[in-house]
């Protein structure tokens, strides 16, 4: 069983930072890519970044130059450093971890940017 667990979620004034962390536990396959996804209110869950074992970055093209996704020395925890937050950005952030078939989320944590 694979749990993901997502922290670092809150309110922030536009202009402002949050960083996001995400710990998964369990059987994991050691090559797969971690990323983090959000959906706000009445919209589509939608990508924002991933990364891969190897360290090879993807990102929404909403949130390049502002956010960076990292692999901690953890085994199998990401974080999500979030720069320069606007209005727009206010969705639940979910983490995710997958590698062939397999796809697992975690519960999700509110961010909040206030303008």
């Known amino acids: 069983q694979v749990q993901l667990v997502e922290s670092g979620g809150g309110l922030v004034q536009a202009g402002g930072s949050l960083t996001l962390s995400c710990a998964a536990s369990g059987s994991i396959f050691k090559f797969n890519v971690m990323g983090w996804y959000r959906q706000a209110p009445g919209k589509q869950r939608e990508l924002v970044a991933t990364?891969?074992?190897?360290?090879?970055?993807n990102y929404a093209d909403s949130v390049k130059g502002r956010f960076t996704i990292s692999r901690g020395n953890a085994k199998n925890t990401v974080y999500l450093q979030m720069n320069s937050l606007k209005p727009e950005d206010t969705a639940v952030y979910y983490c995710?971890?997958?590698?062939?078939?397999?796809?697992?989320w975690g519960k999700g944590t509110l961010v909040t940017v206030s303008s």
């Open positions: 990364i891969t074992s190897g360290g090879s970055t």
């Open positions: 995710n971890v997958a590698w062939g078939d397999m796809n697992y």
